[in-house]
């Protein structure tokens, strides 16, 4: 995921690759903040979607996800590049198979989408 913050008194672009790391250096007063997700997160979930699943269900956290679990929905999860004890997929799109997700409901703690979301909600402008 990339962060491109553009200021418009200067027209600065800047590019921050690596978002809940690098973004409050980047930060300053009357952004425009644009949100470009090129990794594993969107090409994840629309091979979710391809091979049959009926909805995603995107949370917050990990405990969120755990009690969907709980309640028979899949989950997909990772933290550290490790597939969690307690989930069914990792983030790859090729964990994602039909066989598996026909017609069922998945989970999916997406922090890593949901911080630069909440990041433009400060923002002057939001893409």
């Known amino acids: 995921m990339f962060v491109i913050a553009i200021f418009a008194e200067k027209m600065i672009v800047d590019l921050c690759p690596s978002p809940p790391a690098l973004?409050?250096?980047?930060?300053?007063g009357n952004d425009t903040v644009v949100v470009?997700?090129?990794?594993?997160?969107?090409?994840t979930m629309c091979a979710i979607l391809h091979n049959g699943a009926t909805a995603i269900?995107?949370?917050?956290?990990?405990?969120e996800?755990?009690?969907?679990?709980?309640?028979?929905?899949?989950?997909?999860?990772?933290?550290?590049?490790?597939?969690?004890?307690?989930?069914?997929?990792?983030?790859?799109?090729?964990?994602?198979?039909?066989?598996k997700l026909q017609e069922r409901k998945l989970c999916l703690p997406q922090q890593m989408v949901q911080e630069p979301l909440r990041w433009g909600v400060k923002a002057r402008n939001y893409m």
């Open 36 to 43: 470009v997700d090129v990794f594993r997160a969107s090409a």
């Open 23 to 28: 973004y409050p250096f980047y930060k300053r």
């Open 57 to 63: 269900i995107p949370v917050a956290d990990i405990e």
């Open 65 to 99: 996800a755990k009690r969907y679990k709980s309640e028979e929905f899949l989950v997909g999860a990772e933290r550290d590049t490790r597939k969690c004890d307690f989930a069914d997929f990792g983030n790859s799109p090729f964990d994602y198979i039909r066989e």
